[in-house]
């Protein structure tokens, strides 16, 4: 006869649904850091969202209605035609997105290749650095609606310092800001002088964190300063070079304030500096055409999404 031997350990089989509960899982670290993230991160989400969406989404709206006249009034929907009569409009519009994209390219270029000669320049130690670097500074400190009443007056055409020195060095006087063909290479060359120490502060930057052995190896290998700065320096600072043209061409597509400060409304009395910001800006507040503005302003920001995507794919194939 034989018998079953139990273990002294087993235990007999919970029947279904009278075990115990399975033990609670602790929460651990990396649950508790994950809840505490998105914590922190509410009120800046929440703001980016009343802040920006909202906005943006409201001018999208707005766009696509008749308002005019009080911000109050009635509007109706219209679908895009407020889009259909800004992209008609060959007497403002189009002249206007011109001389954006023209003052834009032209003070970007100038304020580039002035910053990287200047943070070449800078690059070595020299007595006074400190001295030049806080001179630079200085444009960038100033509001640039004190910077247009400035160059008013130093562009004055008939009590402005610049004709006056025009007029000893035997130099024709210059109308500049009155000139209706010299007021948009005017405020660019304004431009350039306010921006350009942004862009030797940020190019000297990059240029400080390149690593010189590439640059000796060249030396040694008998190769010029030029050749040095375009074969090697150039490539290395290419992703900083890019960052800094994107930084600055949508800075500059955005420029108002010193084109209202020292022109007015409508960018002059021919329109010789309206630009897409100036524009909009008159059918808001001068002409109360809501609608249209708004659809100028998605045009707009369009335009200005597409600049900066051709920018980095331009810089991401140069830096390939």
Do not use: C
Request: cysteine-free.
């Amino acid at each position: 006869m034989s018998t079953t031997e139990v273990s002294p350990t087993a235990r007999p089989a919970a029947a279904p649904g009278t075990g115990p509960a399975p033990a609670r899982r602790p929460r651990t670290f990396e649950q508790a850091n994950r809840r505490l993230k998105w914590t922190m991160l509410a009120p800046a989400l929440l703001f980016v969202g009343l802040m920006i969406v909202f906005p943006l989404v409201y001018t999208v709206d707005l766009s696509l209605t008749d308002a005019f006249g009080a911000v109050n009034a009635g509007k109706g929907y219209v679908g895009l035609q407020n889009f259909a009569d800004a992209l008609g409009d060959s007497r403002r519009f189009w002249p206007a997105a011109q001389r954006t994209l023209v003052f834009t390219v032209g003070a970007v270029v100038l304020e580039t290749v002035l910053g990287l000669a200047l943070a070449m320049l800078m690059r070595k130690p020299f007595r006074g650095m400190r001295w030049v670097r806080t001179v630079l500074i200085i444009p960038l400190l100033t509001t640039p609606v004190a910077i247009g009443i400035l160059w008013l007056l130093i562009l004055d055409p008939t009590n402005g310092i610049a004709n006056h020195l025009l007029a000893g060095a035997g130099l024709p006087r210059q109308e500049f800001l009155g000139s209706v063909s010299q007021s948009l290479p005017t405020l660019m060359l304004i431009d350039v002088w306010q921006w350009t120490p942004m862009m030797t502060l940020l190019l000297l930057a990059g240029l400080t964190t390149l690593p010189e052995e590439p640059e000796e190896a060249a030396r040694v290998d008998g190769a010029n300063g030029w050749q040095r700065f375009r074969h090697v320096v150039l490539p290395m600072l290419g992703p900083t070079l890019a960052t800094a043209l994107v930084l600055r061409a949508v800075d500059a597509l955005k420029t108002f304030d010193i084109l209202y400060a020292t022109k007015g409304a409508g960018g002059g009395s021919d329109f010789e500096v309206e630009t897409l910001n100036v524009y909009a800006y008159g059918l808001t507040f001068d002409y109360q055409e809501y609608g249209l503005a708004a659809a100028v302003l998605v045009l707009f920001t369009l335009f200005i999404i597409g600049v900066v995507v051709l920018l980095r794919r331009r810089g991401g194939r140069k830096t390939a």
